[in-house]
């Protein structure tokens, strides 16, 4: 083992964007093609018809994002007019590229049809979609997380619509403080908060993120209101006592099947549509399976009945135990597929899971950025060269390492250094 050292890598390179359906991004396997389906849900028709696009233009394996997209990987640049125009016969694509970046709108996978989340979310996308003259940074956006208790702290959001019982406010991503609204009022005031962003120079160049300017000047005078939820972390880390993300099992309205590395094979996409089932997608690289078939009102309580793959042989790629060690690994697409990463992540982030204590958290990231998990973590490899990661403990993938220069095959003969020092 290598002793403390500064990193070596190169800085990898930042687009300040994220792929679209109308603006894919070049990978190393091909383009990336991120889909938003309204309300994060797709119906058992469109799962199918999904899986078939991947297979017939794409490489045949799909990605839920941090934000609950799912990105088709593999697009050979010639077939993207064809799969663009596919994907508006199923209702999934925006009338343009400037409709598709201020729809980036991520709303909490528990709604029911027709409760307030789904409203609220409901009047924001409308809102946003006449907002035209709204030009937002190509990362930023909206969460709808308006159920009891908030349950989208840790994830990536710049504006917040968040409920606590009977009350909603609208927060700014990394502030204390909020916005008192009422629910007609909630998504007006999301856009007043956007507007301002903008004016107070919160996008200089076109890139920035809200909690980037809050942790500059604060929040606007009128949010003066305590917080729903108790204390606020700063910046998309985790809530203090830990997060209240979910585990595989059964919800009110389904049952949470989560996905290794967030990875499911067209395959697996196809036989869960084939159920009959909608399916929503998560932050937590998980799918909820709808408990109720397609054409049956959305249920407000659990059924008794699983889909059929759930309660038959396992299908590849999905993971169904709670206390499977791979959901406490979060792995990049690494080399070859992504362009940035200097070394493959997943199968070493596979063979390291066994070895990790309950409760510790594991980042394989093929590069500095950090794409897959921008928080600290407690422990990451980055990687650095072909066959050459640092370890990094309680940090983002940015952060000074403790060890560098380890190869993989090190660290599968001595997977204890990922946690003796701690």
């Known amino acids: 083992m290598s002793v403390p050292v500064a990193p070596s890598s190169a800085d990898p390179k930042i687009y300040g964007w994220c792929p679209g359906a109308l603006r894919p991004m070049m990978s190393g396997d091909g383009l990336v093609v991120r889909i938003r389906p309204p309300f994060g849900r797709l119906t058992s028709d469109q799962a199918q018809a999904v899986a078939d696009l991947s297979t017939r233009f794409g490489n045949g394996m799909l990605d839920i994002s941090s934000r609950a997209n799912l990105q088709m990987r593999g697009v050979r640049p010639e077939d993207h007019p064809r799969l663009i125009a596919a994907l508006r016969t199923l209702g999934l694509v925006d009338q343009d590229h400037a409709a598709e970046t201020r729809r980036n709108v991520l709303i909490t996978p528990f709604w029911t049809a027709g409760d307030r989340s789904h409203r609220?979310?409901?009047?924001?996308?409308?809102?946003?979609?006449?907002?035209?003259d709204l030009v937002l940074p190509g990362k930023f956006g909206f969460a709808v997380d308006s159920g009891d208790v908030?349950?989208?702290?840790?994830?990536?959001?710049?504006?917040?619509?968040?409920?606590?019982?009977?009350?909603?406010?609208?927060?700014?991503?990394?502030?204390?403080?909020?916005?008192?609204?009422?629910?007609?009022?909630?998504?007006?005031?999301?856009?007043?908060?956007?507007?301002?962003?903008?004016?107070?120079?919160?996008?200089?160049?076109?890139?920035?993120?809200?909690?980037?300017?809050?942790?500059?000047?604060?929040?606007?005078?009128?949010?003066?209101?305590?917080?729903?939820?108790?204390?606020v972390p700063p910046g998309n880390t985790v809530p203090p006592g830990g997060t209240l993300r979910p585990s595989p099992g059964r919800t009110a309205v389904g049952t949470l099947v989560a996905l290794e590395f967030g990875q499911i094979p067209a395959a697996t996409l196809a036989a869960l549509g084939g159920t009959g089932h909608a399916l929503r997608l998560t932050p937590w690289r998980m799918l909820l399976v709808e408990a109720t078939a397609c054409d049956s009102p959305?249920?407000?309580?659990?059924?008794?009945?699983?889909?059929?793959?759930?309660?038959?042989?396992?299908?590849?790629?999905?993971?169904?135990?709670?206390?499977?060690p791979r959901l406490q690994v979060i792995a990049c697409t690494g080399a070859p597929g992504c362009l940035q990463a200097?070394?493959?992540t997943r199968a070493l982030a596979r063979d390291l899971a066994p070895y990790l204590p309950p409760g510790t958290q594991l980042h394989v990231s093929g590069?500095?950025?950090?794409?897959?998990?921008?928080?600290?973590?407690?422990?990451?490899?980055?990687?650095?060269?072909?066959d050459r990661f640092d370890l990094i403990r309680n940090g983002r993938a940015d952060a000074s390492p403790a060890l560098t220069?380890?190869?993989?095959?090190?660290?599968?003969?001595?997977?204890?250094?990922?946690?003796?020092?701690?």
């Open 120 to 132: 609220l979310a409901a009047d924001l996308v409308a809102r946003l979609a006449s907002a035209t």
């Open 405 to 422: 220069s380890l190869s993989a095959a090190a660290l599968r003969a001595a997977p204890d250094v990922l946690t003796k020092d701690r």
């Open 298 to 324: 959305l249920p407000r309580t659990a059924s008794s009945q699983l889909p059929d793959p759930l309660s038959g042989p396992p299908l590849p790629g999905l993971i169904l135990d709670a206390t499977d």
């Open 342 to 344: 200097h070394a493959p």
């Open 150 to 231: 908030p349950l989208l702290r840790d994830v990536a959001a710049d504006i917040r619509i968040e409920g606590d019982g009977a009350n909603l406010m609208v927060r700014a991503d990394g502030a204390e403080a909020a916005l008192p609204v009422g629910e007609d009022s909630a998504a007006e005031a999301a856009l007043a908060l956007a507007r301002w962003f903008l004016a107070q120079g919160g996008a200089p160049e076109g890139r920035g993120r809200m909690h980037h300017l809050i942790a500059r000047r604060g929040p606007p005078p009128s949010h003066d209101a305590t917080a729903p939820g108790g204390p």
């Open 367 to 386: 590069c500095a950025k950090g794409c897959a998990h921008p928080k600290p973590a407690d422990v990451a490899l980055v990687a650095t060269g072909r």
